[in-house]
T-cell receptor, first 112, second 115 residues
Framework: DAKTTQPNSMESNEEEPVHLPCNHSTISGTDYIHWYRQLPSQGPEYVIHGLTSNVNNRMASLAIAEDRKSSTLILHRATLRDAAVYYCILREFKAAGNKLTFGGGTRVLVKP | EAQVTQNPRYLITVTGKKLTVTCSQNMNHEYMSWYRQDPGLGLRQIYYSMNVEVTDKGDVPEGYKVSRKEKRNFPLILESPSPNQTSLYFC??????????????FGPGTRLTVL
């Protein structure tokens, strides 16, 4: 999987939006952008994914830059339960071995 | 409820004593994987399986075996555990392989300590 770059940590206040950036300047045309998160003492959990267009689901929104070299995960109203490590991952269209390559991720702290 | 289950959740054992960590999914997924998570090293894939009786090595397969006799089960076997296999293990499954259909569902993890 191609490399992504994320800040190590971010802080937010409860009920405020959180914008998590991810840089992926070497993305290829068929790479999907996936986001997972890992809550304390749990396994990783799928959040959202996209290819070119912005995407929304019940958990978050994904904004993808026009040149696709960066993306932003948006948590619209952070809650204490959103405190986790968030991973931005590029997936090849047909990735061999079904492997997810997790980088360091961004640790999100939500303050009450 | 759609889920991936692992057993046991916690295990303390001694060097050389064979053990098996079970993994089961109820979503009829084709693909299953095992990962280990270590501080500073992130999650690394151990083995994966693309279908029944089809398995292959991931990035760190040494010291592990797997089998896929049924679609739903994918046990991880440590024939002779060593202390460097002390880690947090995750099983995952996904319905497809393409970048748009390969959302992975992870189990709750098994924390293994080998003394």
């Amino acid at each position: 999987d191609a490399k992504t770059t994320q800040p190590n940590s971010m802080e937010s206040n409860e009920e405020e939006p959180v914008h998590l950036p991810c840089n992926h300047s070497t993305i290829s045309g068929t790479d999907y952008i996936h986001w997972y998160r890992q809550l304390p003492s749990q396994g990783p959990e799928y959040v959202i994914h996209g290819l070119t267009s912005n995407v929304n689901n019940r958990m978050a929104s994904l904004a993808i830059a026009e040149d696709r070299k960066s993306s932003t995960l948006i948590l619209h109203r952070a809650t204490l339960r959103d405190a986790a490590v968030y991973y931005c991952i590029l997936r090849e269209f047909k990735a061999a071995g079904n492997k997810l390559t997790f980088g360091g991720g961004t640790r999100v702290l939500v303050k009450p | 409820e759609a889920q991936v289950t692992q057993n046991p959740r916690y295990l303390i054992t001694v060097t050389g004593k064979k053990l098996t960590v079970t993994c089961s999914q109820n979503m009829n997924h084709e693909y299953m994987s095992w990962y280990r998570q270590d501080p500073g090293l992130g999650l690394r894939q151990i083995y994966y399986s693309m279908n029944v009786e089809v398995t292959d090595k991931g990035d760190v397969p040494e010291g592990y075996k797997v089998s896929r006799k049924e679609k739903r089960n994918f046990p991880l076997i440590l024939e002779s555990p060593s202390p460097n296999q002390t880690s947090l293990y995750f099983c995952a499954s996904s319905p497809g392989l393409a970048g748009d259909t390969d959302t992975q569902y992870f189990g709750p993890g098994t924390r293994l300590t080998v003394l």
